[in-house]
């Protein structure tokens, strides 16, 4: 459903967005951090909504749009939520119907920097190199966010469940193929779990791991 309003920037600091003039949560009926496509005076864009609490919500406002808008003081404005941001999927020449390859094995792959874990593990998922993601993905070393990686699966048309499992008491048995997010000293890690054994970027093939680091996993569904 499509939502219409008259919308005026707002600057807080050095940031810049729209006030959404209505409870998203009682007109919406969804909460949590939302996906939306949003049009402004016919230019048209996707991005998650700034909660403000309480139900109301700013649409951020980027400086190419800012560009675009050219001082224009009176905003048309239009906003649809969405399943997900389509930035790295929506010209994939993959589906899950027709994904890059059939999962029936894993390729170790060593990062070749640290930082970029979730580049290789989907590197690894995928049967190609980390290069190649790191092309699709955008993202360089430390620039791989959960939600990042999960837009690349989409791209190679990599089947996977919704949304990370949390929970400690989950962890003892870990589905067949799954991305673990997992805690270390400094800084939090992604190794890709298969078939028994931690295929870790750092380290390479490991027989067991500390379940004790597990913060969440991501599972991949294998056809």
């Known amino acids: 459903m499509k939502y219409n309003f008259a919308g005026e920037l707002l600057k807080e600091g050095k940031r810049t967005f729209i006030p959404i003039p209505f409870n998203v949560w009682e007109e919406c009926n969804q909460k949590g951090m939302l996906p939306v496509v949003v049009t402004i005076n016919n230019i048209t864009f996707e991005c998650k909504l700034t909660p403000k609490g309480k139900g109301y919500y700013y649409i951020p406002i980027n ?12 905003l048309d404005m239009s906003f649809e939520i969405i399943t997900g941001l389509t930035r790295i999927n929506k010209n994939s020449p993959y589906t899950i119907e027709n994904p890059i390859r059939i999962i029936d094995s894993i390729k170790s792959i060593i990062q070749p920097q640290d930082g970029m874990c979730g580049q290789t593990c989907v590197a690894m998922l995928a049967g190609i190199t980390v290069e ?4 699709v993905m955008n993202a360089r070393k430390w620039q791989a966010s959960i939600s990042k990686v999960i837009e690349t699966l989409d ?12 929970g400690k008491t989950r962890f003892e048995n870990l589905p ?17 779990f298969y078939n028994g054994k931690y295929y870790d970027p750092s380290l390479g093939v490991l027989e067991e791991y500390d379940k004790e680091k597990i913060i969440g996993y991501l599972e991949i569904f294998l056809s």
């Open 63 to 74: 400086k190419g749009i800012i560009s675009q808008l050219d001082n224009v003081e009176d």
């Open 176 to 192: 067949k193929c799954c991305i673990l997010n997992v805690h270390l000293e400094r800084c939090n890690h992604l190794l890709l």
């Open 132 to 135: 190649e993601v790191v092309k």
């Open 155 to 166: 791209y190679y048309g990599i089947s996977h469940s919704s949304k990370m499992v949390y």
